[in-house]
């Protein structure tokens, strides 16, 4: 019997109650489970710290010494006791606000205690609140007690102490693991040190070795600790040096896991799947490039389309993520990949994430495309009654050659004559399981072209996007102006003002941003109002639009058509302009309450100018007092205007989990002990790792490497995610 699938239920300590807990909280059942419950930090309980030498600034620290008196304060939700601990060095406060009478009836005056905790300062008091507290055992308390009159004077021997620490390992037991718990777990005592029990009581009953579950030859080439040395360490490590390495192979471990589970379906899928070969470039294309084409294609833009035009012709799917920068050019990528798509007998399908862009790109390919005999269709919710039926049609029949449209297009009613590539732009909110949905809507699947224009960390598109080919477009069109960027204070509203009245009067076009968040629309909504009816009395001999998300659609693109003709000089709106509209001469993008914006959105929105030739600006206003991280925040785009970079630093400052669209994708944000943002050289070595045991060993007949199939295996089980993709 593995004792690793055993219920949570008979460990020792558990029960029936806790195991109900356990299983509803941390999704703990067996015992495996909480083996691979890692401690989120460890705290060091190497030494024990005198009163004299410890602060309010310190971490937890450990404490040795007895209760001089106890005093019951204050009354009613203000009630606490308070235990004044001395350990002749000085004294301080043991705090209770909770618990109160436990800690009145347990602990006495005069016996000697270990005290762990946060000291804090209150009142001019060092003070301990809920300190962890027990009896320091007996040939210790001898020891500290020989040290003289603990009340009165200065120990006589302080070395003394130190002698007792190496002498009473189970006391000061080194770094200790800290263990997250919900309130309703630390309700029933399962707080950080109540998991620690268990995990302790864990340990008692794994005798064995836990089953290695790398092959040797990858740890002995990576020089990684056993999996049993590497999960002991991780709960209770021997040394910082072991805990280090132990943290190293499980993330290691896990990263090569999730590596090779993506690229096992790569291969998979490039084996079961045949790719439509578009043979040729053809004469829509041609056509296209030397009769429609308005200008000369970036170098970038060339190299990609040769790069999708490879993966068309090689008879395997394309899988391909293109990124590029905010006004890169991708749509005019996506269409001439379209028309080679047409040239080779095909439909095409570009999807957007949102109404408002869909009908902007019907509109760009339309007036691309021109007098051209290409029939551009658009299916969104909003395509009703006999305009969808009409759609519908053109669809089967082969008429419409691409067909625009947002997440409506993947609805199984929606039937295609042959189809031969989807495009998907601003990809983040499509999962793997979305995308793979689309090829059921051919005999062959068709070729699928991921667009970007949030730039991924390299880390992270190698573990969300990890099964995709990757281009990148990185250089924009001749003759843009950087944007230049201001961080200015709600309290400068005069000097933000000076410089719309400048451009104002150059003939430019202004955009104010106003944040919306869904919880308190309403207020939102009010911000933006009072937002619009201050832009109109200050600036009375311009004309100023209003976009939000509550009017109707029809409205909206109104106000917005105005806009874009320049009939109107100001657009105050919500972000619904964030992906789409383009307008080249709008020279000014305020953003007000900028410190509410994730960096990419506020990347995206600034990307909404400096698309004609002239100087564009950028202000993004907070109010005066931020966070440390948020003034950093906005440093990041007043110093850069590389989308990479700022992907980057909103990786580090933020963390891979909230990122936009990482939680819609699953696939890698179960990590349990990798962290995206710090790890991308051990995601490297497990990626190449992963990739040699696939290249070498494609048929999985190396006995070698049965243990990792295996793993793979147990893995999908318990991870509904990686069953997903395939
Ligand atoms: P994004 O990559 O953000 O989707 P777009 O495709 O919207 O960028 O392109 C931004 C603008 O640049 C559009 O007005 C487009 O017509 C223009 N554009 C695209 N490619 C070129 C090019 N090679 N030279 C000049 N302008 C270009
Ligand atoms: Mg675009």
Redo the contacts with the bound molecule.
């Keep these: 019997m593995n004792i690793l699938t055993q219920d949570i239920k008979y460990l020792q300590g558990v029960g029936p109650q806790r195991a109900t807990l356990l299983a509803n909280e941390l999704n703990i059942k067996t015992v495996g489970d909480l083996l691979t419950y890692y401690p989120y930090k460890y705290v060091d309980r190497s030494r024990i710290y005198k009163i004299r030498d410890i602060d309010a600034n310190m971490a937890y620290v450990q404490l040795c010494g007895q209760i001089y008196s106890f005093e019951s304060m204050g009354e009613g939700r203000n009630k606490r006791l308070i235990a004044h601990f001395v350990d002749g060095t000085g004294s301080l406060d043991l705090v209770w606000f909770q618990g109160i009478k436990y800690a009145a009836k347990n602990y006495d005056c005069r016996k000697t205690y270990i005290v762990f905790g946060k000291p804090t300062v209150f009142n001019g008091h060092l003070q301990i609140a809920h300190p962890e507290i027990e009896l320091a055992p007996d040939h210790l308390k001898v020891e500290v007690q020989t040290m003289g009159n603990l009340f009165e004077k200065e120990p006589q021997n302080p070395n003394l102490q130190e002698k007792a620490i190496e002498a009473q390992p189970t006391v000061f037991k080194g770094l200790c693991p800290s263990y997250n718990t919900s309130e309703k777990m630390k309700k029933s005592g399962l707080t950080s040190a109540g998991m620690a029990k268990l995990t302790a009581n864990m340990f008692k009953l794994l005798k064995e070795p836990l089953t290695e579950t790398l092959p040797l030859y990858i740890t002995a080439q990576h020089h990684l600790m056993s999996y049993d040395e590497a999960i002991r360490n991780i709960h209770y490590p021997t040394s910082p040096e072991a805990l280090r390495h132990a943290q190293l192979r499980l993330k290691f471990e896990e990263l090569f896991y999730v590596q090779l589970n993506i690229l096992r379906y790569v291969k998979d899928r490039q084996l079961h799947y045949k790719g439509i070969v578009f043979s040729t470039v053809g004469q829509h294309f041609n056509d296209f490039f030397y009769h429609h084409l ?5 170098e970038a ?1 060339k190299r990609v389309i040769r790069e999708i035009r490879a993966d068309m012709k090689s008879g395997r799917q394309m899988n391909r993520l293109l990124q ?11 269409l001439m990949v379209a028309l080679i798509a047409i040239d080779n007998g095909c439909q095409a399908c570009i999807m957007a994430p949102t109404e408002i862009l869909a009908e902007q790109h019907l509109d ?1 390919l339309r007036e ?1 495309l021109g007098d051209m005999p290409i029939r551009v269709d658009l299916l969104t919710g909003t395509v009703k009654g006999k305009r969808r039926t009409e759609v519908f049609k053109g669809l089967v029949t082969g008429d419409i050659h691409i067909l625009v449209g947002t997440h409506a297009v993947i609805e199984d009613n929606v039937l295609f004559h042959q189809l031969g590539l989807v495009v998907i ?1 601003e990809q983040h909110r499509f999962g793997v399981a979305q995308r793979a949905k689309l090829w059921m809507k051919n005999h062959v699947p068709p070729h699928v072209l991921v ?1 970007t ?1 949030t730039p991924i960390p390299r880390t992270l598109a190698m573990t969300l996007y990890g099964d995709l080919d990757v281009s990148v ?1 990185d250089e ?4 843009r102006k950087p944007i230049r960027t201001i961080h200015m204070f709600d309290a400068h509203r005069q000097r933000i003002y000076e410089l719309m009245n400048r451009e104002l009067q150059l003939g430019r076009q202004i955009y104010i941003v106003y944040p919306l968040i869904k919880e308190t629309e309403k207020m939102d909504l009010k911000d933006l109002e009072a937002g619009f009816e201050e832009i109109s009395k200050a600036f009375p001999s311009y004309k100023v639009s209003k976009v939000h998300g509550k009017m109707k659609p029809a409205e909206k693109d109104t106000e917005m058509q105005r806009f874009a003709s320049h009939e109107t000089h100001i657009l105050v709106s919500t972000t619904v302009i964030e992906v789409g509209v ?1 307008v ?1 001469n709008a020279s000014v993008m305020i953003i007000e309450n900028a410190e509410r914006f994730g960096l990419s959105q506020l990347h995206q929105l600034r ?1 909404r100018v400096g ?1 004609g030739a002239d100087q564009s600006y950028c202000v993004l206003v907070t109010k005066y007092e931020l966070s440390n991280t948020t003034r950093r925040r906005i440093q990041v785009m007043v110093d850069t205007t590389d989308g990479f970079e700022i992907a980057e630093q909103d990786l580090k400052l933020r963390g891979p989990g909230d990122l936009e669209g990482t939680q819609q994708s699953g696939m890698a944000f179960d990590l349990k002990i990798a962290n995206l943002a710090q790890d991308g050289q051990i995601l490297t070595l497990a990626r190449d790792s992963a990739q040699a045991v696939i290249t070498s060993d494609p048929d999985e007949r190396n006995q070698q490497n049965d243990i990792l199939w295996r793993r793979l295996r147990e893995l999908r089980k318990t991870n509904v995610n990686w069953g997903a993709i395939s």
């Design positions: 308005p200008f000369q294609l970036t833009q590029g920068d905010v006004g890169s050019g991708k749509t005019l990528v996506a760009t691309f732009d667009m224009a477009i924009l069109p001749p003759g383009n080249p990307g698309r």
